[in-house]
């Protein structure tokens, strides 16, 4: 009966050490835009273990531009987004990562959150790089009010200067129209587009970081 006894306590122990590790590996997955960028010119298989995740926490995969949703979601500016992973479709390589919201009834909330991460962007690096052209520039709205609301997009664009062990990979290289191309800058981009027309409220929120080759703006 003691040996019984101890075996059982051997398998108690056993597996609280198993609950303990399984916990461990779900508390140590990327939690800051930071930590997913960190992972950007990683193949696909090296992306996911750098970030703490499995196929399993893939709830989409997009053809042909091979865009991967994870199951997990990110709070910026005190709301939700959802994170997708934007892989080279011929290397396989992550070169992006973009967190997008599609709501409907929250578009203050929303604007404030974008708003308040391009702040954060602007403090860190200055004054957006935005290509000319543009309609409306969301830096240039200070609250949802002033915004438009026909469904016409704001954006802006920050020259983010690559940090760790994503500028120890820099420049990436990509194949474009059969030529290799190097991608050497890396940008933030915050975008907006709200719609209240025909008593509708909806938005779509995107803050994207990725690279980009010489001269190529967003």
Same mark, same amino acid.
């Given at each position: 009966m003691k040996k019984v006894g101890v075996w059982?306590?051997?398998?108690?122990?056993?597996?609280? /050490?198993? $609950?303990?590790?399984?916990?461990?590996? $779900?508390?140590?997955? /990327?939690? $800051?835009p930071e930590e997913y960028c960190a992972a950007i010119g990683l193949t696909r298989e090296e992306a996911l273990a750098a970030l703490g995740? $499995?196929?399993?926490?893939?709830?989409?995969e997009r053809s042909p531009y091979s865009l991967l949703v994870t199951s997990s979601k990110m709070e910026?500016?005190?709301?939700? !987004?959802?994170?997708?992973?934007?892989?080279? /479709?011929d290397s396989n390589i992550l070169y992006g990562v973009t967190f997008t919201a599609q709501t409907e009834g929250q578009n203050e909330a929303y604007f404030d959150a974008v708003k308040a991460y391009a702040a954060e962007l602007q403090e860190a690096y200055?004054?957006?790089?935005?290509?000319?052209?543009?309609? !409306?520039?969301?830096?240039e709205f200070d609250s949802y009010p002033d915004a438009p609301k026909e469904g016409t997009g704001m954006r802006d664009t920050w020259a983010v200067e690559p940090?760790?062990?994503?500028?120890?990979?820099?420049?990436?290289? !990509?194949?474009?129209?059969?030529?290799?191309?190097e991608f050497a800058n890396f940008y933030a981009i915050v975008s907006a587009t709200f719609d209240e027309r025909d008593? /509708?409220?909806?938005?779509?929120?995107?803050?994207?970081?990725?690279?980009?080759?010489?001269?190529m703006y967003y």
């Open positions: 059982i306590l051997a398998a108690v122990l056993l597996l609280a /050490a198993l $609950t303990a590790c399984a916990g461990s590996a $779900t508390a140590d997955s /990327a939690s $800051t995740l $499995t196929e399993d926490d893939i709830s989409q910026l500016g005190g709301m939700p !987004f959802e994170i997708w992973l934007q892989l080279d /479709a200055g004054d957006p790089v935005t290509v000319d052209g543009l309609s !409306f520039y969301l830096t940090e760790g062990e994503l500028a120890d990979r820099m420049p990436l290289t !990509f194949t474009q129209n059969g030529e290799s191309v008593g /509708a409220e909806t938005a779509e929120c995107r803050i994207e970081y990725r690279v980009a080759p010489e001269g």
